[in-house]
């Protein structure tokens, strides 16, 4: 019976309008945050073609229409000088060789920018566009990656080193499994309520609960039942996602020839999603028997998820928020110091899930008690 628990609340969830959200949401997520964060910020910096003269040894970080123009000349200059130029394609920054219309091409826009003023971004973004489309495309003249562009070329020394760090202490994964730990914890902990919060009450809609509350399937079978049934069908969300990182890091590990660790987003996924889906299932059932209600979950868990939503640098991991943030990609050795009180934190979720989750048992089976008093029930569990 527990088995056939089990399997009906997977197989439920994934017809339900609710998990088609939650997939969704966590997705939209992934790509909008973590890959936007990742594509903006690039994972191995690429040395600049030229770098920029800093008066005092102070690096300013704003960035002008001079930097931009200056920027774009001088790199314009070294591409056309080293006949490749650099090319961004998802989370990979790669030299490609550029052919000789191209080459051609930068020739007479470098004479052209000798001899232009450009008096508003404007003018400069209708320019370097020309010159971004005229290259192949998402190169370092585009729009959207020229900013980025200027600022890794200022900080490449200090960037470099820290990739470096990265790469020999975690295998560059593991540092980006731990920011998007940190993401998709954000989003499974918001939208996990979605698909837990109707699981014990929505029976009553389809006039089962005589058939539920009166059958020997004992308490503990049935509830523990839907509950892995629900944390398996979120928990397989994530995982999906994981796997599809870890594929895109595998792309970026053959470009760059850099060793990554193939268990680092599932490694995470388990050690600090997983505790955080567990506390939203047991709390939402909780809510709903006591409430007899699934928006008073939803209502709760919102103004929590709120009050978690701080990151834990630099007021360190408190033991009462229920999902880890960690909105960085360093260093183990600069993660370290964290390490204890964030596997404090997973522990104490994990047991306040497990002592909400027979909580919850207790106040089905006694709501199962009031309903069973008012009907016999034969040998076999049939009403009489």
Not at 154 to 182: M, S, W
Not at 343 to 363: C, D, E, G, M, Q
């Amino acid at each position: 019976m527990f088995r056939k628990i089990f399997l009906k609340q997977i197989k439920e969830q994934t017809k339900s309008l609710s998990i088609l959200i939650l997939i969704v949401s966590i997705f939209l997520f992934y790509y909008t945050q973590f890959i936007g964060d990742i594509k903006r910020d690039g994972i191995k910096p690429m040395p600049p073609r030229f770098k920029y003269s800093v008066a005092n040894d102070l690096v300013i970080k704003g960035v002008t229409l001079e930097d931009h123009i200056e920027y774009a000349y001088n790199t314009m200059k070294a591409d056309y000088d080293s006949g490749d130029t650099l090319r961004i394609k998802g989370i990979n920054m790669f030299y490609e060789k550029i052919n000789e219309e191209q080459m051609q091409f930068l020739k007479e826009t470098i004479k052209e920018m000798e001899s232009i003023s450009f008096q508003t971004n404007d003018e400069y973004d209708v320019f370097i566009d020309k010159v971004d489309k005229a290259l192949g495309g998402n190169t370092v003249y585009s729009n959207e990656n020229n900013f980025s562009s200027i600022i890794r070329s200022r900080y490449y020394d200090e960037d470099i080193e820290l990739y470096n760090a990265i790469l020999k202490e975690d295998k560059v994964t593991n540092a980006y499994g731990r920011l998007f730990a940190d993401y998709i914890g954000i989003a499974i902990s918001f939208f996990t309520v979605f698909i837990t919060a109707f699981t014990l009450i929505k029976d009553r809609r389809y006039n089962t609960n005589e058939l539920i509350y009166t059958t020997r399937v004992s308490s503990y079978k049935y509830i523990i039942g839907k509950y892995l049934g629900d944390i398996t069908a979120a928990i397989l969300i994530v995982f999906l996602v994981a796997g599809h990182a870890t594929w895109m890091f595998h792309d970026f590990s053959k470009v760059t020839g850099d060793p990554i660790s193939y268990t680092a987003f599932f490694k995470y996924s388990i050690l600090w999603i997983f505790p955080t889906i567990m506390f939203v299932t047991s709390l939402s059932y909780v809510l709903q028997l006591i409430f007899d209600n699934g928006i008073v979950p939803i209502i709760a868990q919102f103004f929590y998820w709120m009050y978690s939503m701080t990151p834990l640098t630099p007021e360190g991991v408190q033991p009462t928020k229920y999902f880890i943030r960690f909105n960085r990609a360093v260093s183990y050795s600069q993660f370290q110091p964290l390490i204890k009180d964030i596997y404090l934190n997973r522990t104490l979720f994990i047991i306040f899930s497990l002592v909400l989750l027979f909580l919850a048992i207790k106040i089905w089976e006694r709501k199962r008690g009031n309903i069973n008093s008012g009907f016999k029930v034969g040998k076999k569990g049939i009403l009489q």
